[in-house]
């Protein structure tokens, strides 16, 4: 496995503001992905981190929205833009690891609070 | 898209009991991964599976990937108390590499 941080753990923000959230690994990584899970909710893919590109939006979330950066192999950022209460969730990153197959293992999670 | 139905969402069972829960699709997948998630946590890695009747063992847990590829189920013996959580499958689709798509989740209670 890996050492996965996230940044904040968690916040409480304002709505109308933005938060970005870090993800950091120790190991070499082959892919990068963020999660939203909403209260007592499963987990939902909302995009995969390219490396050096934009990333790959799943159905429903948006750049604008969500953007999101992978500017190396083991970091990347997401920024939840112009917050409402309705982005109050629990925030996960995961990482692919190489030569690990399919196996995703998942950060800490930052838990947003929309006020 | 691909949807995932775990059952049950959630269970009470008394410590020592046996535990089975399942999760079914009616797509195929080629992973079948079993997550274990504490409060305040992310999810926790616990048995993956990558062949169809592919039988999984980790300490008291089993795994086992369904035979049409569409289903997996999770099995846990003598339950402990540190065994309380939700337990989530998770599964990669054949046309979509590398990506999961996660059931509901099965939350498990334990009374001592």
């Known amino acids: 496995s890996a050492v996965i941080s996230q940044k904040p753990s968690r916040d409480i923000c304002q709505r109308g503001t933005s938060l970005t959230i870090q993800c950091q690994v120790d190991s070499q990584v082959t892919m990068m992905f963020w999660y939203r899970q909403q209260p007592g909710q499963s987990l939902t893919l909302i995009a995969t981190?390219?490396?050096?590109?934009?990333?790959?939006?799943e159905s429903g979330f948006v750049i604008d929205k969500f953007p999101i950066s992978r500017p190396n192999l083991t970091f990347s950022t997401l920024t939840v833009s112009n917050m409402s209460p309705e982005d109050s969730s629990i925030y996960l990153c995961?990482?692919?690891?190489?030569?690990?197959?399919?196996?995703?293992?998942f950060g800490p999670g930052t838990r947003l609070t929309v006020l | 898209g691909q949807q995932l139905n775990q059952s049950p969402q959630s269970m009470f069972i008394q410590e020592g009991e046996d535990v089975s829960m399942n999760c079914t699709s009616s797509s195929i997948f080629n992973t079948w991964l079993w997550y274990k998630q504490d409060p305040g946590e992310g999810p926790v890695l616990l048995i993956a599976l990558y062949k169809a009747g592919e039988l999984t063992s980790n300490g008291r847990l089993t795994a086992q990937f369904g035979i049409t590829r569409k289903d997996s189920f999770l099995n846990i013996s003598a339950s402990i108390p540190s065994d309380v959580g939700i337990y989530f499958c998770a599964g990669q689709p054949v046309q979509r590499a590398q990506k999961l798509v996660f059931g509901q989740g099965t939350r498990l209670t334990i009374n001592p």
């Open positions: 995961s990482v692919l690891l190489a030569g690990v197959g399919n196996e995703q293992f």
């Open positions: 981190a390219n490396q050096g590109s934009e990333a790959t939006y």
